[in-house]
């Protein structure tokens, strides 16, 4: 997982529908480099002052930029991912909601044989507030540099949690949506093995909900890995009733399979110190972050 | 989207699987009708979605007529998580020796479609002894491929080829139809040796509804989910009086956490979507309004792309066209101090924190 640095080029694909524009300015306005936008047929216009191509390829050698991310329709969205992947992309951001589960593992697929790190879909995106990158959809305002990751499910969970964690006076190394779909093309554990070795990471603050197992092997992978920086969960969805999809498409219950109580119980079994409100993770935070020094 | 077991049945059907005789009834009198047009024993089986039908006293086997038409009547009554049973499904029984589990599903955690086989069905997946389970190639399977499933269930030369044959019918029904689960249990093993679908639970993938029309209608619509839907909301009825509102899935599911811990009843799970504009909490409001059952309404917003004061204009101009139920917000994030400022002056109860205004919505009771 390899993020870009400050000023590095970064490609909108979708730049002329209504949310590519709307966020490429909102990039650009963060200071981050939207050096190029595509959108097949609107080769030649520009968007924000910042030039359209029709086809990744032509982006790509135009600005050697190697990170998209993209807003394209969901029934669009396999076509463009491989068009991405084909062009020599290796960080991808899918950004949009309703991509059908079969279109995503086609993608994971191609992206796993060619190296590719795909972020999503169904997620906010991620942001780099020291490097002033951000390749999504969060408010900049809730965000700040320091030394804490947010990897979270949702997206207003993640902004209102960072945005607590900026008050509190922890700023954040990176933070990241890896998606609300019941699959993504980051995992929680990935993430994890990330931040242990990214230098400005303190701590790790995860945010999940109900649904799948995730979690459960998220708290696997800690036990085993006797991981190193102190991490801090919540998960959302304790009071939430069985056999509904609660907004998004992975956030559902079988039986007894993906309860909040399920992934509470793993996590702190885990040695997690696990929040019931997102309100408590900051003083959590502090807590373990005084334990661990 | 969770098909009934009449339409997954047919479905099987189209798809050669063999599923028992059966008739479709929308009333009692038709039950009779479908009673006399099948070989008795029949089942009556109650068409829900909800899980537990079995337990709940929706299903019952019945030998005569005068015993359809009472257990119909009972069925019919019935409520079964809530839902009550449109129709029923009256079907021949099918006398078998053993109960087996067949069933191609989507593994979240591995992120790969599996067969998951059993011999020892007819129960909880999870708790199923002896289970086969294969990783799916998203291209499909083949003949080779069902073959080694049928052999490593060990099965005789008499099933293993009728086996065989109806997991490549239920993968490729799975891989055409784009389900996230696609479940035969039980799969009877009849007492003449042949294998016969008793059940049938069909899951497509939502995201994938628009490459399948033909699903577009099976269901009928409640009215405040087929107006949700059309607003492009997030929305489940959940049956109590506080309605919830909010722009996110997770922020509105902590909110359903924070009200539960409280002691209240939510009336239903609404998430107003990224970058909500001040039409969209205008109309959700609207609909929470008219919404049964609902007798305050808390609003929990987090602003970054959704404008604040968008959020405010938007209750003040539902408060403005009256008989609106009373509003608990906290409405934080970009400009709040301005969206604080628009509604002080209004009915609108504000609260600096979620909690706040939880327990306040609460103790409203």
Known sequence: ?????????????????????????????????????????????????????????????????????????????????????????????????????????????????????????????????????????????????GGVAVFSRSGTLMYEIAG???????????????????????????????????????????????????????????????????????????????EKKLGHAGAIIYGDYGTAESKINALKGAGVSVAMTPMEVPDLVKAALAASA | MRLFEFQAKELFRSYGLPTPRSVLAGDVKSVRGAFASLSPPVALKAQVLAGGRGKAGGIAIVSTEADAEREAKRIFDLSIGGEKPASLLVEEAYPHSSEWYLSVTLDRGDRSFVTIASTAGGIEVESMAGKVIRKVPLAGIDQAYADEVASLLKLDSGTAPQFAGMLLSLERLAREKECELAEINPLAVGNDGRLMALDAKVIIDDSALFRHPEFAKLHPEDEFEGEASRQGFAFVRLGGDIAVVGNGAGLVLSTLDLLGDAGGNPACFLDLGGGAQQERIEAALRLVNRLPGVDRVL????????????VAQGILTVLSEGRAKPIYARVSGAEEKLARALIADSPVKLYDTAPEAVQAVVRAA
Do not use: W
């Open chain 1, 1 to 145: 997982m390899i993020f870009p640095k400050k000023g590095e080029p970064v490609i909108v694909q979708g730049i002329t529908g209504k949310y590519g524009r709307l966020h490429t300015r909102f990039m650009l306005d963060y200071g981050t480099n939207v050096a190029a936008g595509t959108t097949p047929g609107k080769g030649g216009q520009s968007v924000e002052e910042v030039p359209v191509y029709n086809t990744v390829r032509e982006a790509v050698d135009k600005t050697g930029s190697r990170s998209s991310v993209l807003f394209v329709p969901a029934e669009f969205t396999r076509v463009a991912g491989e068009e991405a992947l084909e062009a020599g992309i290796k960080l991808l951001v899918l950004i949009t909601e309703h991509v059908p589960i079969r279109d995503t593992l086609r993608l994971i697929q191609l992206g796993q044989s060619k190296g590719v790190t795909i972020i999503g879909p169904n997620c906010p995106g991620l942001i780099v507030p020291s490097e002033r990158v951000k390749m999504g959809i969060m408010p900049a305002p809730s965000f700040s540099p």
């Open chain 2, 299 to 310: 609003v929990n917003i987090y602003g970054g792309i959704t404008r604040t004061t968008d």
């Open chain 1, 164 to 242: 607590q964690l900026t008050n509190a006076g922890f700023g954040q190394s990176v933070a990241l949506g890896v998606g609300g779909d019941p699959v993504v093309g980051t995992l929680a554990t990935e993430c994890l093995d990330f931040a242990e070795s990214h230098e400005q990471t303190k701590a790790v603050v995860v945010v999940g909900e109900i649904g799948g197992d995730a979690e459960e092997r998220l708290a696997k992978h800690i036990s085993r890995s006797a991981y190193k920086k102190p991490i801090v969960a919540y998960i959302a969805g304790r009071h939430a009733p069985k």
